[in-house]
């Protein structure tokens, strides 16, 4: 039994590549979901990889989500906080609904997952935190003020917890994917998202393996001179 990695949204899009990859490379992979019970049936029937439901925007879901995966697999050493949900608006048609759920999601979700997996890591002396941010939370993205708020504190939150990891053993890494062929950017309009491919270099949208390889990465042990980094997988969009 490889070590126990917990992958947040770790059942659909990026996240399901992140913990095939996981498992591939050895690790006991856990892999949380908030919501579609079926795309998780299909993926551990697909996969062999134990799924576990609970909204990472919930701090008491996430602690008893969390002792759930340590009783049933072990201790966590590998976190990858993937979970993310848009709603996309522009600022003046923005609601203050679309906002909370946003931060809650994506931003205060990281802290949620993190905070009660933290005193073990630092017990324990080894730890891999991996948040997935986004080049929007990098550049801004018009329609997102929402998500690139939450994206950016993802990479305020990875720079200032990698500096109280480091003497634990504990690195703390973001990755910033691109414009990637998941559901979420397929359902920006078809309009909008063609503009989008054209501006990157590369000419074509992410795979999802393409980010996965990263998070293998910087999960692994040749990575722990790594911490407070952020990689950025965009297809050359932006240079951060
Ligand atoms: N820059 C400047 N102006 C823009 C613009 C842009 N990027 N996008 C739209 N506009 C303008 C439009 O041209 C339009 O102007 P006019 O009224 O003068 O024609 C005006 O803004 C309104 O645009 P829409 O008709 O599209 O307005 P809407 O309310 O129907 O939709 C929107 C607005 C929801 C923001 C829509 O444009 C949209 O979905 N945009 C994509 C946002 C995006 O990139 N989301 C990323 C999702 S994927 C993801 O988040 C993963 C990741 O990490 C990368």
Redesign the pocket.
């Known amino acids: 039994m490889g070590r126990v990695a917990l992958v947040t949204g770790g059942t659909r899009g990026i996240g399901a590549a992140i913990s095939i990859a996981l498992k591939d490379a050895g690790y006991t992979v856990a892999a949380n979901y908030a919501g579609n019970d079926e795309a998780a049936a299909k993926f551990t029937k697909e996969t062999g990889i134990s799924t576990f439901k609970w909204s990472v925007a919930e701090y008491d879901a996430c602690a008893d989500g969390i002792a759930k995966v340590e009783s049933d697999l072990g201790p966590v050493e590998v976190l990858v906080n993937n979970a993310g949900i ?1 709603r ?3 600022f003046h ?1 923005m609601s203050p609904q679309q906002w909370k759920e946003v931060i809650d999601t994506n931003l205060t979700g990281v802290f949620n997952m993190t905070h009660p997996l933290w005193p073990g890591m630092r017990e324990r002396k080894f730890g891999r935190i991996i948040n997935i941010s ?3 939370g990098q550049k801004g ?4 003020v929402n ?1 690139s708020s939450a ?1 950016a504190g993802d990479l305020g939150f990875t720079k200032a917890l990698a500096q109280e990891g480091a003497r634990a053993g504990i690195t703390v890494n973001a990755v910033c ?3 990637i062929g998941t559901d ?2 397929m359902a ?2 078809e309009k ?1 998202r063609e503009a ?1 491919i054209g501006q990157i270099p590369v000419g074509r949208l992410g795979a999802p393996e393409e980010i996965a390889r990263s998070v293998v990465f910087l999960a692994s042990d040749d990575a722990g001179f790594i911490t407070g980094s952020t990689i950025s997988a965009n297809g050359g969009q932006y240079f951060a």
Not at 141 to 144: D, I, K, M, P, V
């Open positions: 848009t996309d608006a522009p048609k986004s080049i929007n993205q018009f329609g997102q998500y994206k994917p691109g414009y979420m950017v920006v309009p909008v989008i």
